[in-house]
């Protein structure tokens, strides 16, 4: 019966194909789609979809969007509040005694099936994708069969002939002809994603397939494809790890510098993060606001515009408060705490309490597409990228000018290099700005994948301690590595045990850690050691 | 040193400033329950039941400032734990409150009613005992105890200490936070505890137990101070304070600074619980939000403002600071954090002492 259906679709389809007429659905074929019961209607829509002409395409989207009215034998088509005579194509009033066209779940899966399939044939690639994705995710109804296999034949673009092969397989999966079955079980141990899982295992229950040697192609089609996913949800996990880790890095670098440079542990730093934010939204709104054609460009102005205002304030607070400080790293962790509550409540009497809107520029938002359950976000990318860039900023500063020189000298030894001419007052003043700087570039970045409010810094601050406990102080390196070490470790285990018990856990681990290296991954060695 | 071979009782109070605080506190105690039950209402002298409610929640922080000036003040430890400590004291006397509520929940069940919504046919084992008024009050003593004590033993014994071990107990207390915040923890999520009943079989939202409860916490201050000013005044204390001032040579010395350290660390943990346990029955409420690491902060501020290592000092912070909180809460809540992140850097730059240094100063310009 099936193939029969199948072979009857495929002839009309091919003669439809070879007329290659475009021609709008006739008034009968119209009151066919809309009218009498839903095996009929189907019945309609199978012979509509065989002739395969997008023509169609627009008569169906009204059916599916319920704007088609039934009066007797006469359709109307609802169009913004107009309604169409569909015989005669003339505007007129909807006649009060109008009936609407009800379409029941299968009818709307078929119409969706229809005109996705029928989107196949679109010039547009971005169109043929997005129905043949739609296709997949239906039931693929049998109907669509034959314009799939002729989609994927003439299909010029690699990824959309790869979906719609793994479409045709899973209809052919359902087929009587056993060879045919077979071919499609062993075709779809190459696929990806969740949907074709879903149709496999669906085959293996009872009352599935039968057949013994189908019935183990398709256990090791779907062995080798949940393996598949298990890799891509691995990788996954990895990358957001490595995303996370990332926004730590950010977050911890500046502390990180300032802390093994002056023992001073920046309790506001995580309110610079805030304010480099704060910055961004009002980059943003001023590029909205007077220059919206380069609105995509404003994330390369908020960057220095962050920078710069984080690295003022910071040098300020060092020059007013933190500098009487030094030798007191407890009463300089409350002086920062108190600097923190005083940013945070300025912030809120100017901007307001509620978040604030930061808009992705246009180039960010979206991804890559590895697979159906991995998909890479262009703002994440960015972000790493972004991180990594930072890094190899701040390495350069620190290992390659005078600055870090000087700033390496006084981490390491601070009367020595005071000794040899070194101004350490006006080096901990830079190192200070340097720091509030990085977590102003840490601000931007926060701003393009969370909420944007007066609380924003105090989210990641713990976290951000974190690693610089983990990571000790005065290399570079420990930060890094604590940072992604991080980063990896609480996605794998919220994957485990959720978002809160995989912060405990993480607790715990470096808890234990400490025990064994109080001084964190790379400790300083020899004399430099208090 | 002389004041070594005096009795005891002479030397706690063998000095009058000593008799002056003790005594103030005591006719606290004694005049405000009179004031506010005898006098009555719209007299000059009435003490108002909102004074009272305040004036019980800064006992209360009074014994976690006194905690934190034996561990901070005496020892040089600056713990951001104090809060969480003090949150599982209240915890642990909030769940006998729970239980003493009975049937008489929204939902009439024997469970709390958040167990009744998570659809629990049963209390959690960590809830047995709970029931019982003298395990609970044992409970409020030995799980910030137990706590501290594990804690501590790893912490110290790693040698952790100044920033790193603040920020560890920073980040200890934001763990906990989270995970009493989870419904599924058993300790009523995001909402906590709070519609208490009775205690020990009496209501709990009668004037006299608001009273009771009111001298017994400035029973138990008194009690605390007194212990403190011992343990200060012991070689115990000497050691504290040398472990504060130079660690290495204590050890050099011979001494192990590690149980010292842990003994005193424990022992401000407890205060703290039994703080907790007293503030949870007068403010009717117990949530996660009191273990925010902002609570804890401000716990190191008040003893700061007041002056460390004086004992007295921040119990002056903890009611100076509480008071202000109200007062600008009420006035003007917007100018608070402005404020209070003043008070902070004017506390650390310009007051090293607190208040009782600022105290001193004046005195001795005068003398």
Sequence with gaps: MQIAKIIITCCLALTGLLAGTAHALTVAERLALAAGDNDQRIAALARVVAVGDPGASPFLKSLLDDNVKLVGNKIFVVDAGAAINAATGDHVELPADAEDVVNNNRMRSELGAAIAALDLRSPDAAVRLQAALALRQADAADSTFALVVQAEKTEQDKKIQTILAEIRAGIELHSTDVVLRLKAARELAASTSAEMRQLLVGRLEPGGEADPEVRSAIATSLRALDQRLVYFEVAGTVFTGLSLGSVLLLAALGLAITYGLMGVINMAHGEMMMLGAYATYLVQNLFRQFAPAWFDAYILVAIPVAFILTAIIGMLLERTIIRHLYGRPLETLLATWGISLILMQLVRTLFGAQNVEVENPGWMSGGIELASNLVLPYNRITIILFSLAVLLLVWTLLNKTRLGLFVRAVTQNRSMAGCVGVNTARIDAWAFGLGSGIAGLAGVALAQIGNVGPDLGKTYIVDSFMVVVLGGVGQLAGTVYAALGLGVLSKFLEGYAGAVLAKIIVLVIIIIFIQKRPQGIFALKGRSVD | ?367
């Design chain 2, 1 to 367: 040193m002389h004041t070594r071979y005096q009795p005891l009782l002479l030397r706690l109070l063998g000095n009058s400033r000593w008799i002056g605080y003790v005594l103030a506190i005591s006719v606290l105690c004694i005049l405000v329950p009179v004031l506010n039950l005898v006098v009555p209402d719209g007299n000059v002298l009435h003490v108002s039941n909102y004074i009272v409610s305040i004036g019980g929640k800064i006992l209360c922080y009074a014994m976690v400032a006194l905690a934190m000036d034996l561990i901070w003040g005496y020892t040089g430890i600056l713990s951001l734990g104090h809060g969480l400590f003090f949150a599982l004291g209240g915890y642990a006397f909030g769940m006998y409150l729970m239980r003493q509520v009975g049937l008489d929940g929204v939902s009439h069940s024997n469970l709390p009613d958040f167990m009744v919504f998570l659809d629990w046919k049963a209390y959690p084992w960590y809830w047995s005992g709970s029931e019982h008024f003298l395990l609970a009050l044992l409970l409020v003593v030995l799980v910030p105890g137990t706590l501290a004590l594990v804690f501590g033993w790893f912490a110290f014994r790693s040698r952790i200490k100044g920033v790193y071990f603040s920020i560890i107990t920073q980040a200890m207390t934001y763990a906990f936070m989270l995970l009493f915040f989870r419904n599924e923890t058993g300790f009523g999520g995001n909402n906590g505890f709070t519609d208490f009943k009775r205690i020990l079989g009496i209501p709990i939202a009668t004037p006299e137990m608001r009273m009771t409860l009111f001298v017994l916490s400035g029973l138990t201050l008194l009690a605390m101070l007194w212990m403190s000013r011992c343990i200060v005044e012991s070689k115990f204390g000497r050691v504290l304070t040398a472990i504060r001032d130079a660690e290495s040579r204590v050890m050099f010395s011979g001494y192990n600074p590690l149980h010292y350290k842990l003994a005193i660390w424990t022992l401000s943990a407890m205060m703290c619980g039994i703080a907790g346990a007293l503030y949870v029955p007068q403010v009717g409420i117990i949530n996660p939000s009191e273990m925010s690491t902002a609570n804890s902060i401000e716990i190191a501020i008040w003893a700061a403002v007041g002056g460390r290592g004086t004992l007295i000092g921040p119990i002056l912070g903890a009611a100076f600071v509480t008071g202000a909180k109200s007062w600008f809460t009420a006035s003007f809540p917007e100018y608070w954090l402005y404020f209070l992140g003043l008070l902070f850097i004017i506390a650390t730059l310009y007051l090293p002492q607190g208040m009782m240094g600022l105290g001193k100063k004046i005195k001795g310009k005068y003398a």
